[in-house]
């Protein structure tokens, strides 16, 4: 199975301010996700971060809100730009298993509160 | 519907087991998964079902696929309170990489 670091595991911001997330992977993965949990709420998928090419984004999100970056196999961020309250939310980074392409695990995710 | 759907709420006495349900929206879904969220947690993969089986058991834990009905179950037997989370099922749609998720039951499990 793939280790997934994601850093900061929690934070609190001012609104209007932005926050970049690091996702880290132990091991080198094709497929890498962003996804949101809203408070009380399952999980959303915001984007697939592509490597080497822009990130695609789900219907509602947008790349000036949700930046991403992929520069190689193993690392991805997500900026969350001029943040609101309703930007509130737990938000992980993903990656299936590159053997198989059958499992996918998750990072311990990102606690953000915007204040 | 458009929504993958289970119980928001389960409790059960410890040792007891737990059987937590779910309805997918895709009958073309390849996988079907089960995911478990302790608080403050991440997602932990508890186990996963492809599309042609029936059933699938992993020590305390049964999946049992239904689909015609398009119903997904997780059992988990001798339940204890570390069991206490919230659990996620999810489906894959075939050709495709997302997962898209129910909003979680959460478990109690009374000592």
């Known amino acids: 199975s793939a280790v997934i670091s994601q850093k900061p595991s929690r934070d609190i911001c001012q609104r209007g301010t932005s926050l970049t997330i690091q996702c880290q992977v132990d091991s080198q993965v094709t497929m890498m996700f962003w996804y949101r949990q809203q408070p009380g709420q399952s999980l959303t998928l915001i984007a697939t971060?592509?490597?080497?090419?822009?990130?695609?984004?789900e219907s509602g999100f947008v790349i000036d809100k949700f930046p991403i970056s992929r520069p190689n196999l193993t690392f991805s961020t997500l900026t969350v730009s001029n943040m609101s309250p309703e930007d509130s939310s737990i938000y992980l980074c993903?990656?299936?298993?590159?053997?198989?392409?059958?499992?996918?695990?998750f990072g311990q995710g990102t606690r953000l509160t915007v204040v | 519907g458009e929504d993958v759907e289970q119980s928001l709420f389960l409790s059960v006495r410890e040792g007891d087991s737990s059987v937590i349900n779910c309805t997918y929206t895709d009958s073309s879904s390849t996988y079907l998964y089960w995911y478990k969220q302790e608080p403050g947690a991440g997602l932990q993969l508890l186990t996963y079902i492809f599309s042609n089986m029936d059933m699938k058991q992993d020590q305390r834990l049964t999946v049992l696929l239904n689909k015609k009905d398009k119903h997904l179950s997780l059992r988990i037997a001798d339940t204890q309170t570390g069991d206490s989370a919230i659990y996620f099922c999810a489906e894959r749609w075939a050709g495709s990489y997302q997962l898209t998720f129910g909003k979680g039951t959460k478990l109690s499990v009374i000592p």
């Open positions: 993903s990656v299936w298993d590159s053997s198989m392409n059958t499992e996918a695990f």
């Open positions: 971060a592509n490597q080497g090419s822009e990130a695609t984004y």
